[in-house]
Structures are given as structure tokens and as C-alpha cells.
């Protein structure tokens, strides 16, 4: 059982810098046919100042933290009986290359399930700019199995 004293914990935030290859690279893989997310004179004849963050890339930012595997660590959380349940994003503002995202994690929520055989822990991360504006919730629940046979 993870311990709920962890309820309302904040991780140290982080900054990422935007940068034009890594989304270029992302849209593509990812089956973006829209020029905007690869070509900076079609962004801006579109009207952005420059590549648009791609959805979803916002998730592959946060693996940026310092230790994307610190509050697995706070935890106690065995990866081996890890699972990613659900992700979630809310936009409020466009992000684009050349910007610097702050990420701040929290833990909302630790609930179980199923008697205790399932501990599920809500992580939230705000992200905003380097002009301080909101761009983007991330809520992200994963699920640790607790059972101690495979």
C-alpha cells in the first residue's frame, strides 16, 4: 500500500527548452501531415511565431525532469508492477519551439482498489512559459499491482 501521507507532495520543477528538431522529429513519427509541425515558413504563414508544440508532446517534455523516476523512487514503487493507466491533457495556450516550459508535478491523489490489490496514484503537472502563462494540465494515473504473484 503507498502511503496517502504523499497526497498534496510537490516535486521540484524543472524547465525545458522547446527545441524545433525534437518536434519536427515527434510530428513525424507520430503521423503529423500538417505543415505546420515541421515547417517554420508554413507555421508562420499560418500565423505562429514558430513550430507549434505537436499534442501529446507536452508527455515526452516531462521525461525531461532530472529524475523521471523520482516519485516512482518517493514511492516505493516497484516499476516491474507498474502500469500506465490513463493520461490526460487540457491546453490553454500554444507552446512553440524556442519557448522554455516549467513543469511542476504534484501528487493530487493515491486511492486503491480491488481490497488493496491495486494502488492507483493521480500525478498533475502544470506547465507554463517563460512568460509565466499556463499552457498545459497533465494528469497522468498509473496503477501498482500489489499482489505479490506473477
Not at 490513463?86 to 511542476?104: C, K, N, V, W
Amino acid at each position: 500500500m503507498i502511503d496517502k501521507r504523499w497526497i498534496g507532495h510537490a516535486m521540484p520543477a524543472f524547465d525545458v527548452l522547446v527545441e524545433a528538431g525534437r518536434l519536427r522529429f515527434f510530428a513525424k513519427a507520430t503521423g503529423q501531415i500538417d505543415p505546420i509541425y515541421t515547417d517554420l515558413s508554413a507555421a508562420q504563414s499560418a500565423g505562429h511565431p514558430s513550430l507549434p508544440v505537436p499534442p501529446t508532446f507536452f508527455f515526452c517534455l516531462e521525461f525531461e525532469a532530472p529524475d523521471p523516476a523520482a516519485i516512482r523512487t518517493l514511492l516505493g514503487i516497484d516499476y516491474r508492477r507498474l502500469l500506465h493507466a490513463e493520461q490526460r491533457f487540457s491546453y490553454h495556450a500554444m507552446a512553440y519551439a524556442g519557448d522554455t516550459l516549467r513543469f511542476e508535478q504534484r501528487i493530487e491523489d493515491i486511492y486503491e482498489k480491488k481490497g488493496g490489490a491495486l494502488d492507483f496514484v493521480l500525478r498533475c503537472t502544470r506547465v507554463s512559459n517563460q512568460r509565466q502563462q499556463l499552457v498545459a494540465e497533465l494528469r497522468n494515473l498509473i496503477v501498482v499491482r500489489n499482489n505479490t504473484e506473477d
